[in-house]
């Protein structure tokens, strides 16, 4: 009997008329196993994985397969993204047996849920082969299958340890990091390493304000170039915006079709911050195009943002956004065809699968004449129109705390910049001021329905789906990036209650989570024990969940000058940072948080009637420096802790800017205030 029909995993529904007795994750299912003495086979993967639909196809639709694991086995199937504690303890399992990880996992488990044996995809022949040699060795060779759990428990046991050596996060280590990426960096076409090639969002961050810091000329180069080569390659949908997870090569021409939401937010911050320092109309143009594309493709009315669009269409990766030079053509007559082709790198031998071609930016058209940008942006418009009559990947509209938290403060960030900005003067200013308004209102719907569906009796859950709230407890990231996207959004809006609401998860976080020596459990001192209990302290994907809790311990911080957040940020950042200055690659998030406290943050208030309009205010955020705070509004504002017993000087709008809790005399004019953050 399968039983996942009524799950709320878009994931695990894909799985619901599998011929396997798939059991989600459940004391119930461990307790199957142990009734019946068969071992546990445990199958993670997420909505968006194309190989996990292609074991699926392979293996978990076929009635032999599904006999043969219904014999032998109790099958569980796990959504990584919905149960990331079970995938982090399971992965470390199996890159520790196989020294290497991935999707789908596929893990053999006593019924107390130890792992003895564990691995990613396998062919149907393999996997096969491989069930019939688990059942035989867990009926006549038991001990050493339960010797080879014991050993695995104990080496997911040490990597998850907590308590090791510590170290200050200062400036030597944060330029040594600095110059570690540097010799990394692939100068040829952007990016660190080889293929596959992921984008380093948050390297990048860090890598500007390190730049900021210290005016290193070279931390901003690689950032630009890396910046332009994603943006114009194949990584980036050149049509409706939204970048994918990955490039199956080394310079971005063809990538892994899904669209994450978290890359697409800490992506729409990196272009955010390039465009805010540079002014570069590159930058500025993606991430407006991305920020239209988390609000129109990914945002759910009245809810959140869904967490991905699938890598596959109908089963074949790609097919939505591939082209071929006739298919230009027919799109768009023969002038504008070849037009396109060559702007887009379409050829006749194709650069993807079957003489196709994703779209690729041969040059760049952010400068070139009023006539070529009119034209590209017209062709663009008819090409979406013919993609859109092409059947469309599916969604995963799941909506996952943590990555929703990201998304908030990304627009957040994404709306000041544009304030700063605006002028309407640009050929765009109605395209831009139209992305402006629909972002915010999809931002400001994704914090209400956190705040009134997924905090419950004062916790966060992990994950919603059409207004309904599942039932995994949040994670450590949960609490630490949704705490960070309250602090920006309070921030944007000036509205005290989203900055009680930072404070009171910041609260828990540091009463649930906390462990020996300054560090973080990823998981709750009251959560589901599991056979180890994460605390990985690195950053991947996304942020983890410790350098996501410090940077809203440090944003808090400076939002109300209560030190005690800014000390537990310190000492969490000191358990990271004998990691950062040696791999730096795996530590982005927490050298940016880095940078930040190492230039203060700069704590920034403005006194003004006009919040919206007034020039102090646009200064403020044009020139703040790294990770700094900056509030307006009107003195004593309810609820705003920056600006009490802050008065106008003179009746006129007046700065105050403070560093570490140290503050500066009021300023009241632009002149003086760009003076006091250079």
């Not at 199996?94 to 990613?120: E, L, N, R, S």
Request: negative net charge; contains cysteine.
């Amino acid at each position: 009997m399968n039983r996942l029909a009524e799950a709320t995993s878009p994931y695990l529904l894909q799985h619901a008329d599998n011929p396997v007795d798939w059991w989600p994750w459940s004391d119930e299912a461990f307790a199957e196993a142990k009734r019946r003495d068969v071992p546990v086979l445990i199958s993670v993967g997420y909505a968006a994985c194309h190989w996990c639909h292609v074991m699926a196809h392979e293996s978990f639709e076929n009635e032999q397969v599904g006999a043969l694991m219904n014999d032998n086995f109790v099958s569980i199937k796990v959504d990584r993204e919905e149960r990331p504690d079970v995938d982090a303890v399971y992965m470390t399992a199996t890159q520790a047996m196989t020294g290497q990880g991935g999707w789908p996992m596929t893990v053999f488990a006593t019924p107390d849920g130890t792992p003895f044996f564990c691995g990613t995809y396998f062919p149907r022949p393999n996997f096969v082969q491989l069930l019939q040699s688990v059942a035989t060795a867990w009926r006549e060779q038991r001990e050493a299958v339960l010797g080879q759990g014991a050993a695995v428990v104990e080496a997911i046991g040490g990597a998850q340890a907590v308590g090791g050596p510590t170290a200050p996060l200062d400036a030597p280590l944060l330029d040594a990091a600095a110059a570690k990426l540097a010799s990394e960096y692939d100068a040829t076409n952007g990016g660190f390493g080889g293929a596959p090639k992921f984008p380093p969002h948050m390297n990048l961050l860090f890598l500007l304000r390190h730049h900021q810091r210290t005016g290193d000329p070279g931390s901003l180069e690689i950032t630009r170039h890396t910046a332009e080569a994603m943006a114009r390659g194949g990584l980036y949908d050149q049509l409706a915006g939204g970048f994918a997870r990955y490039s199956v090569d080394a310079h971005w021409t063809v990538p892994h079709f899904e669209k994450m939401l978290y890359d697409n937010a800490l992506l729409l911050r990196l272009y955010t911050q390039l465009w805010r320092l540079t002014g570069d109309p590159l930058a500025r143009r993606v991430a407006r195009d991305t920020a239209r594309f988390l609000a129109d493709e990914l945002h759910r009315p009245g809810q959140g943002f869904a967490s991905a669009l699938d890598a596959d269409t109908e089963g074949v990766e790609g097919l939505t956004y591939a082209w071929t030079p006739a298919q230009l053509v027919e799109a768009l007559g023969e002038e504008d065809g070849r037009f396109a082709a060559d702007l887009f790198t379409v050829t006749d031998d194709g650069t993807f699968e079957n003489g196709m071609s994703v779209l690729r930016l041969a040059r760049d058209v952010d400068d070139a004449a009023p006539e070529v940008r009119a034209r590209w942006q017209q062709v663009v418009g008819r090409l979406l129109a013919a993609r859109d009559t092409r059947p469309q990947p599916a969604l995963d509209d799941k909506v996952v705390a943590a990555w929703n938290g990201l998304a908030i403060t990304a627009i957040a960030e994404f709306q000041q910049v544009a304030a700063v900005y605006a002028s309407p003067q640009d050929e765009d200013a109605n395209l831009m001021d139209g992305v402006t308004i629909v972002a915010d209102g999809a931002m400001r719907q994704a914090a209400e329905h956190l705040a009134a569906v997924h905090l419950v009796d004062g916790r966060l859950r992990r994950v919603s789906r059409d207004g309904k709230v599942g039932e995994p407890a949040g994670v450590l990231e949960d609490y630490g990036c949704v705490a960070e996207a309250f602090c920006a959004l309070h921030q944007l809006t000036g509205e005290g209650r989203w900055l009680t609401l930072a404070g009171e998860l910041l609260d828990t976080a540091l009463a649930h989570f906390a462990a020996p020596g300054g560090a973080f459990y990823d998981t709750a001192d009251d959560a589901e024990l599991l056979v180890a209990r994460p605390a990985d302290p690195t950053d991947n994907a996304t942020p983890s969940g410790r350098s996501a809790l410090i940077a809203g311990l440090v944003a808090y911080s400076a939002l109300t000058g209560e030190t005690r957040y800014r000390e537990a940020a310190e000492a969490a950042l000191g358990t990271v940072a004998p990691i950062v200055g040696k791999h730096p690659r795996f530590t982005g998030y927490a050298a940016t948080v880095g940078e930040a406290l190492l230039s203060g943050p700069y704590e920034i208030a403005v006194v003004t009637d006009d919040p919206a309009g007034d020039p102090l205010v646009a200064a403020a955020r044009r020139h703040a420096p790294p990770g700094a705070v900056v509030v307006a509004g009107r003195p004593d504002q309810p609820g705003v802790p920056l600006l009490a017993d802050r008065p106008l000087v003179e009746g006129r709008s007046a700065a105050y800017v403070c560093r570490g809790f140290v503050c500066q005399r009021p300023v009241t004019s632009v002149e003086e205030l760009v003076a006091e953050l250079g």
